[in-house]
């Protein structure tokens, strides 16, 4: 086994549960990984090699840091990010759309 960022883990389950509260632009591919990305950085990695850790050190994390407030609230962060400065061709044909109809 290899080791795994379980941080990485309990990121992606919170996007994939808040996709719709977050009220995204885009949910594609690309912009969730982006959204995924901008928020890790924001967070300590906690490697393990055995995936079925992955529950202890959640509920260790949220009863140390505030987790699960800490990590929504860098979610919605990264997603009004990604929003603003989207790097999938499909917002960018929708930005270019916007900019021609407004010429």
Do not use: W
Not at 56 to 66: K, P
């Amino acid at each position: 086994m290899s080791p795994h960022n379980i941080m990485e883990i309990i990121i992606k389950r919170e996007i994939k549960y808040n996709k719709d509260k977050l009220q995204l632009k885009c949910d594609c591919e690309r912009c969730l990984s982006d959204i995924l990305a901008i928020a890790l950085n924001h967070f300590p990695p906690k490697y393990v090699v055995n995936e079925h850790l992955e529950p202890y050190i959640r509920v260790s994390y949220e009863m140390m840091h505030q987790g699960k407030a800490e990590i929504l609230a860098q979610i919605t962060h990264a997603a009004q990010h990604v929003g603003k400065n989207p790097r999938c061709d499909r917002m960018k044909k929708v930005e270019e759309a916007k900019k021609e109809v407004n010429e």
